[in-house]
């Protein structure tokens, strides 16, 4: 049986993960497909693109404002025309989503200014508007002090380029807080010219080889995305909430897709195998609770490293990539990752780009986005499905696990997680605790009462006892000479006598 015919929709292949520009460095969905550098160079030139768009769109506005002012004037009190809005968007095929986006809250910004009808235009809240819990405030305060701390100690065995780079890293955190209302390609790309013009610098002012620059800018990144972490994380200017809860809605969705329709190679009645599983899902979920975003890939990394290992347990041999893929696509089914395009997005743009272009992190980030990719396209034909099934099971009208054929129902019921087997046993184990419990406290309660019972039966006893033999309290009779009060007059008892002679 060949698992690859068998697998029709999954499969990448490896040169698919790479740039499209061939350049040989790891590509992103993200990027539409190009690497990290390559996406800069053509996000720039449509920037610039973009911005000399918005200037010719500005004028069109303007001149269509002054004209709607006249002829409002000329006719009192008529609006100004509303229909102007995006004459020119259809242009901007190319980076579709993302630039729209911007394109429409440009075009907002610029209709606020030169249209005074479009004042209550909606905009959206600034950071400020969410509040944190005072807890988590706090918490987050002592992990900016604690990584603030470190990066000194760091800095301090560079000496003089560590002056240099704190120096820089200061003024870039506070320049990034007047450009909150920034979108968030825009933050990207303040943090990765930063990025790119320190580690320049480094390579070519300071002579570090590139593998100790490598190391200094992680720290670098560490130190600034800490800071940074709450205003630029899912800021309120894209829509990285919505698609957020998009893709929770899809894989909760898909939550009855089995091992088999994925074909994934992974046996979780073997305890290491389910352990691993176990570990992948925990380090995927754990992602999110970090701030820095080579934090987040480190738990990327340790997720798919618990992967190859149970491919590697059940299948006795290394785990190929094709087996890969799928059993995170089957990880994230079954983890469903708190704020995963969040996540995702963060770190695509907030990331020292060296280390998603290259190495191992790279090349199983750049897997987690085709996983992701793959879960939101999962069809009939990729699941080995008939259309029909698959539209039953979408519905929840029928479940694969309830079919009509028992034996497939037997069979799914023998491949209980034994973490699931140890849960059942724990249960009936307690509901045993739980009875005993309940006849020790009947006992004890029957004890009670016969304790009651035994106590009212005395007292009743005495009672009776009582009334059949009433007290009389006769007034001290009991001595002999108790009447004779004369007592002092009498005479002295008799003395023996002793008669001499
Ligand atoms: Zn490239």
Redesign the pocket.
Same mark, same amino acid.
């Given at each position: 049986m060949s698992q690859r015919s068998e697998r029709r929709g999954i499969h990448v292949d490896q040169s698919e993960l !790479? $740039? %499209? %520009? =061939? $350049? =040989?460095?790891y =590509?992103n969905a993200a990027w539409q497909g !190009? $690497?990290? %550098? $390559?996406?800069r160079e053509e996000y720039q030139k449509a920037r610039q693109r973009q911005i000399q768009e918005d200037w010719a769109l500005a004028e069109k506005l303007q001149r269509e404002e002054e004209a709607a002012y006249v002829s409002s004037h000329s006719s009192s009190q008529t609006q100004p025309p509303q229909s102007h809005s995006q004459p020119s968007l259809a242009t901007f095929s190319k980076f579709e989503e993302k630039k729209t986006n911007e394109k429409t809250r440009k075009v907002t910004t610029v209709k606020k200014f030169f249209s005074p009808s479009s004042r209550t235009a909606p905009k959206k809240e600034s950071h400020e508007g969410k509040t944190p819990s005072p807890s988590i405030t706090r918490q987050s305060s002592i992990e900016t002090d604690r990584v603030s701390r470190d990066f000194l100690e760091f800095l301090k065995t560079l000496q003089k380029p560590g002056r240099e780079i704190h120096k820089q890293s200061r003024a870039f955190i506070e320049s990034m807080g007047n450009k909150k209302d920034l979108s968030a390609e825009e933050l990207s790309e303040c943090v990765q010219d930063f990025y790119q013009g320190m580690s320049d610098r480094l390579l070519n002012h300071f002579k570090g080889s590139s593998e100790k620059v490598d190391r200094v800018m992680d720290q670098v990144e560490k130190y600034i995305m800490t800071r940074l972490y709450k205003s630029v994380f899912c800021p309120e200017t894209s829509d990285d909430e919505k698609k957020d809860l998009a893709t929770q809605r899809r894989i909760r969705a898909l939550h009855w897709v089995t091992i088999q329709m994925l074909c994934v190679p992974v046996d979780e009645e073997i305890p290491e195998v389910s352990d691993s599983v176990v570990k992948a899902i925990t380090d995927i979920i754990e992602m999110d609770s970090k701030r820095v975003p080579r934090d987040k890939l480190a738990f990327i990394t340790s997720c798919s490293k618990h992967i190859f290992n149970a491919i590697r347990v059940t299948k006795n041999e290394p785990a190929s990539a094709d087996d890969f893929l799928p059993t995170l696509i089957y990880i994230v089914l079954k983890a469903n990752p708190p704020r995963l395009q969040s996540n995702i997005q963060y770190i695509t743009r907030f990331c020292n780009p060296s280390r998603l272009?290259t190495g191992e992190d790279g090349y199983y980030f750049t897997n987690l986005c085709c996983a992701v990719a793959f879960i939101e396209k999962l069809d009939a034909h990729s699941l080995n499905l008939s259309p029909e099934d698959f539209e039953r099971y979408m519905s929840g009208q029928a479940s694969p696990r309830r079919q009509d054929d028992p034996a497939a129902w037997l069979q799914s019921g023998s491949h209980v997680n034994p973490a699931l087997s140890q849960i059942h046993h724990n249960l009936s184990v307690l509901s045993n605790l739980e009875k005993r419990q309940q006849q020790v406290m009947e006992g004890a309660q029957s004890l009670q009462t016969e304790l009651a019972e035994w106590q009212d039966s005395v007292a009743r006893e005495v009672q009776e006892i009582l009334e059949r033999y009433p007290l009389e309290i006769k007034s001290r009779a009991s001595a002999i000479d108790a009447e004779n009060v004369e007592n002092d007059r009498l005479p002295p008892p008799l003395q023996p006598q002793v008669f001499a002679g």
């Open positions: !790479l $740039c %499209k %520009k =061939g $350049c =040989g460095y =590509g !190009l $690497c990290s %550098k $390559c996406w272009m």
